[in-house]
């Protein structure tokens, strides 16, 4: 059974720190992984898709990468602002017809001005 | 383009009454799916939808019932509503389910049972 984690579950930092969110995963038949954030109260807004022939995606100061082989994932956020400040979600879509995303916990990030 | 859309956003039952959540998608999305999110568990899977009349279980099924009688909408009924159903229901969508699928959530419904 897969299995999503996500590490550390919380994170605080001052403004301008360049941090690194962890996603692992135990089985490595993946189709794609992706990154969402979701805001207190708010719904998942996707961040980054990186499909399994990917190695990483950017998306303005936001950088993922995947690693299937060690069955892991990093986003990388450069230069953080307090408006990043929410939960960060992990989650695979594994090799299997007909399948849905599998989440990790997240990681609840804070940056402090 | 309004993509997800859940229906209400927040709700409060007793304890043995049922409701339907409703969901819609207007980006001709096959797949649909149902989430709960409850406190530091994350997002469990409830039930999908790969197409029209064609539904299956997730991980926690039980309590609920979904149909999907068109391509736009997906709704989620709980019948006998219990305590243990109090949580955040996410309604998501994509278009297919391979390596190329990014999903789209809802923001949300927000029950809780008295």
């Known amino acids: 059974k897969q299995e999503v984690t996500q590490i550390p579950a919380a994170l605080s930092v001052p403004e301008g720190e360049n941090l690194v969110l962890n996603c692992s995963f135990t089985d490595s038949a993946i189709y794609n992984l992706q990154w969402f954030r979701q805001d207190p109260g708010k719904g998942l807004t996707s961040l980054l898709l990186?499909?399994?022939?990917?190695r990483e995606q950017t998306s303005g100061r936001l950088n993922a990468s995947l690693d299937k082989s060690s069955g892991r994932s990093t986003l990388y956020i450069a230069a953080s602002q307090p408006g990043d400040s929410a939960t960060y979600l992990c989650?695979?879509?594994?090799?299997?017809?007909?399948?849905?995303?599998?989440f990790g916990k997240g990681t609840t990030l804070s940056v402090s001005s | 383009n309004a993509g997800v859309t859940q229906t209400p956003k927040f709700r409060i039952l007793k304890i043995g009454q049922s409701m339907t959540l409703q969901c819609t998608q207007d980006?001709?999305?096959?797949?649909m799916y149902w989430y709960r999110q409850d406190p530091g568990m994350g997002l469990k899977l409830i039930y999908y939808s790969v197409g029209a009349g064609i539904t299956d279980k997730g991980e926690v099924p039980n309590g609920y019932n979904v149909s999907r009688s068109t391509t736009e909408d997906f709704p989620l009924r709980l019948e006998l509503a219990a305590p243990s159903q109090t949580s955040v229901y996410f309604c998501?969508?994509?278009?297919?389910?391979?390596?190329?699928?990014?999903?789209?959530f809802g923001q949300g419904t927000r029950l809780t049972v008295v």
């Open positions: 998501a969508s994509s278009y297919g389910g391979d390596q190329n699928t990014e999903a789209f």
């Open positions: 980006m001709n999305h096959n797949y």
């Open positions: 990186i499909q399994s022939s990917q």
């Open positions: 989650a695979v879509r594994i090799n299997q017809a007909g399948t849905a995303l599998i």
